[in-house]
């Protein structure tokens, strides 16, 4: 086992930093002072953890290998245990060669004097990035000496229920990736003399892109896009294919949608907001949504959920990243225009479904129709409760089947410019009368209610804040919901 004269400054998440975009590990390495992280990257950090640590359970006798009091002494035991044969699962394996040092998974001993590599992610799936991780991995076994005889990205299976408290056998399933990561292990010492030719050279140049979220939201955007000219109304935000448009735009020197020529497209969407943007006045076919709004039968009631989900399922009948509901606002009108506000909200901990479905029953009205923003979503949660409880069944699904869809409405007979090509109810509120933005609320969209929720169960968490956290997602749900009465009414061009 080789660790080279160098000091162990790469290791395989360093070196995909790097292939995301040079720029970015440049400022990991040299100017971290910059970076801003995302709220979620916390939540991501421990669901990451959790998975490892499921993952190595399933592998009875293993060996956890800890890097204590350093990482030499985590190289030292893993050497040690490599050099004795030992025939059981090692877990944190430590390998370094050339100054890139890795820490494995998960080695299983295949009975043959080899080992099986298994890489594990969080994911459902097998992503290009994870064979690219799992390839700096074999690169560095390979100069180590150790024989590998197969490697997989071990992820989660979404086919998998759990059916048993703390039960997870089953839960992950191994996409064999030996094959498709040998060639990208060859190229290993190439990238690293580049890396280090890179991080040993000024700050490299790069403008901010789709590799700025791709894999992975870049720390540094903020930093890297502080010089750039603001666009108002870029060719880029046109819905589906505007990067494509964007790029040909370009091409002429044109990155604006106001500097666009009228009559250039011929997509009746984009010619729509093209039009809206170059005139300033918003499109609204007021008639055309009254046709559709005007069939929509009293009570009308308006309905968001809040959900969360977890990497490993907790609760029984759900399975990974499941969307399970532990929120719902709901705003009633009647014929006259009067509104009545109905809500749920469980921060408990304990499954929420069961008290979810009961509150949806008891709530929402026998009759008249049921309104929400992108329905799928809605519909699908209560499709599933009604999965999970038999005896009220008959009442979700007849909840679910009275369900439509406001955003295609909106999206087919409204668009103001300052939307930017977005009919997420958070881009239309703020152009219709006034009706404000979500930008002052303490929970100001789903990932921030997925935050809340994980704070507020949390055992560290003090009552007084989970009332907090309460009365935040509260307001913000019932913002989601109100907001949809006022587009209807906007839409519809009512009082």
């Not at 040092?101 to 992503?127: C, F, N, Q, Y």
């Not at 759900?318 to 921060?347: C, M, N, Y």
């Amino acid at each position: 086992m080789n660790s080279g004269s160098r000091q162990f400054g790469l290791s395989k998440s360093k070196i995909t930093s790097f292939e995301q975009c040079p720029k970015r590990l440049w400022l990991q390495t040299h100017r971290a002072d910059l970076a801003e992280l995302d709220a979620g990257a916390e939540a991501r950090f421990a669901a990451g953890h959790e998975v490892g640590d499921a993952a190595c359970a399933l592998c009875p006798g293993g060996v956890m290998i800890e890097a204590e009091p350093d990482l030499a002494a985590a190289l030292q035991r893993t050497q040690d245990l490599i050099s004795a044969s030992v025939q059981a699962p090692l877990f944190e394996a430590t390998f370094a060669h050339d100054g890139v040092l890795v820490r494995v998974d998960i080695m299983e001993p295949d009975g043959l004097g080899g080992w099986h590599v298994a890489e594990v992610k969080s994911s459902t799936s097998r992503k290009d990035y994870h064979v690219a991780d799992l390839a700096t991995q074999l690169w560095v076994l390979r100069e180590a000496g150790v024989q590998v005889s197969s490697a997989a990205i071990r992820h989660l299976n979404n086919h998998f229920f759990l059916t048993e408290e703390g039960n997870y056998h089953g839960a992950f399933v191994d996409t064999p990736s030996l094959e498709d990561a040998k060639p990208l292990s060859l190229k290993r010492p190439k990238l690293v003399a580049e890396i280090r030719s890179v991080l040993g050279s000024e700050e490299p140049a790069r403008d901010p892109g789709d590799h700025c979220h791709d894999p992975f939201p870049c720390e540094f955007v903020a930093y890297c896009s502080r010089d750039l000219e603001t666009v108002r109304y870029p060719i880029s935000s046109l819905p589906r294919t505007g990067r494509q448009l964007a790029a040909k735009w370009a091409e002429h020197g044109i990155v604006e949608l106001e500097d666009v020529p009228p009559g250039s497209f011929t997509n009746a969407v984009h010619a729509r907001i093209h039009e809206a943007t170059l005139s300033g006045v918003p499109y609204h076919d007021v008639e055309g949504a009254r046709r559709i709004i005007g069939d929509w039968e009293y009570p009308r009631t308006y309905l968001d959920f809040e959900t969360i989900a977890f990497a490993l399922p907790r609760w029984l009948g759900t399975k990974p990243w499941e969307q399970v509901p532990f929120q719902f606002s709901a705003h009633i009108e009647d014929r006259t225009g009067h509104i009545t506000h109905r809500e749920f909200l469980s921060l408990d901990g304990q499954d929420p479904r069961r008290t979810c479905a009961e509150a949806l029953v008891a709530q929402i009205p026998e009759d008249g129709t049921i309104i929400a923003y992108n329905a799928a979503f809605e519909r699908t949660c209560i499709l599933r409760l009604a999965e999970r409880f038999s005896d009220l069944a008959e009442d979700l699904k007849a909840i679910a089947a009275r369900i439509v869809d406001l955003l295609p409405v909106t999206r087919e007979h409204w668009y103001h410019r300052d939307q930017g090509g977005s009919w997420s109810i958070k881009a239309v509120l703020p152009t219709i009368r006034n009706s404000g933005d979500y930008a002052a609320l303490d929970v100001a969209d789903g990932s921030a209610a997925q935050l809340a929720y994980l704070e507020a169960i949390s055992p560290v968490t003090t009552e007084a804040r989970v009332a907090e956290i309460a009365q935040s997602l509260r307001t913000y749900c019932a913002k989601d919901t109100f907001a949809m009465v006022e587009v209807v009414r906007h839409l519809t061009d009512t009082k």
